[in-house]
């Protein structure tokens, strides 16, 4: 085979994994927006007031949207940015991003139970006392969360594909297109009752995958901070494997872009990764008391986590 032919094959293989880390992601965060509005949904229509989805679909819409511009903002910004400016930011981007998809796993794990419920009282609330535009921005707050959230994880993971390949960021772009259309399907599943997937699985298992890849997103972030030497503890390598699974080509580029993988990790990169596995995974994984649900919620629940 010619030298030629490579090329093609490498690239391939960042594309695949960054497409794998966005359509985790997309489906993941996808998948709890989908659920909140099909609860809002079908509650409206079981009530008899089909007539104000179009207030909802309104609210979606706008979170949706300002999602969209939030990630794009982010994005283009990183790009104007000289160095060391340009890694600082990025660097406090890949930080904000775990922090958040890290406080929002746990935050969704432990509210799923009474999350429907509290939907439920709060489109009650908004019928009763007549403000309908309530309902709009119920959906509205309830989705940019997840938006917001999925807008800055994504950013985050296409800044540290695209040190691999140019083609990185575009591909996690689609991966997260792919993964929210299937979970728009799931969503249109759980509106018409016919949940053919245990959520409670779902939930655990994809949430182990984002823990994984926020350690890569938090890892790369480590060493943008000791490459230019903001951080000095720990910066030597701490160990070279580079011969046996270099981390540009081939596999070890494709666990880069999916777990933030390196060859030649600095201390201090691959004491925080492993420290933040160590820890998340034990505390994700340990039985947790759900949140005490409210008198009104108490007999709905949402599958979660």
């Known amino acids: 085979m010619s030298p030629e032919a490579n090329p093609p094959q490498l690239e391939f293989d960042v594309e695949f994994g960054a497409f794998t880390t966005g359509l985790l992601t997309g489906l993941r965060e996808g998948v709890e927006a989908a659920l909140i509005v099909a609860i809002i949904l079908a509650y409206l229509a079981k009530t008899g007031n089909a007539r104000y989805f179009g207030r909802i679909w309104l609210g979606v819409g706008a979170a949706v949207g300002l999602s969209l511009i939030a990630g794009v903002a982010i994005f283009a910004t990183v790009k104007v940015f000289e160095e060391p ?31 429907g419920g509290e939907l439920r ?65 799931l969503g249109a599943g759980f509106y018409q009752g016919t949940r053919r997937i245990n959520l409670v699985a779902f939930f655990r298992w994809t949430g182990i995958g984002l823990i994984f890849i926020a350690a890569g997103l938090l890892s790369v972030a480590v060493h943008e901070f000791v490459e230019i030497g903001a951080i000095a503890v720990g910066a030597g390598t701490a160990y070279d494997i580079s011969a046996i699974l270099p981390h540009r080509e081939g596999i070890g580029q494709f666990l880069r872009a999916i777990f933030g993988y390196s060859s030649t990790p600095e201390i201090a990169t691959i004491t925080v990764h492993l420290a933040y596995l160590g820890v998340v995974l034990s505390l994700y994984l340990r039985p947790v008391k759900p949140a005490t649900p409210s008198p009104r919620s108490s007999t709905a629940s949402v599958p979660g986590a």
């Open 121 to 185: 009282a709060a489109v009650d609330r908004a019928l009763t006392e007549g403000s309908l535009w309530g309902l709009t921005v119920l959906a509205f707050v309830a989705v940019i969360r997840e938006g917001v959230e999925t807008s800055l994880f994504l950013v985050a993971q296409a800044s540290a594909a695209s040190q691999g390949a140019e083609a990185g960021a575009p591909s996690v772009l689609f991966g997260a297109l792919a993964g929210l259309l299937i979970a728009v399907v």
């Open 85 to 115: 400016y340009e890694q600082i930011f990025e660097g406090v981007t890949l930080l904000l991003a775990a922090g958040v998809v890290t406080w929002m796993l746990f935050w969704m794990r432990r509210q799923a139970a009474t999350v």
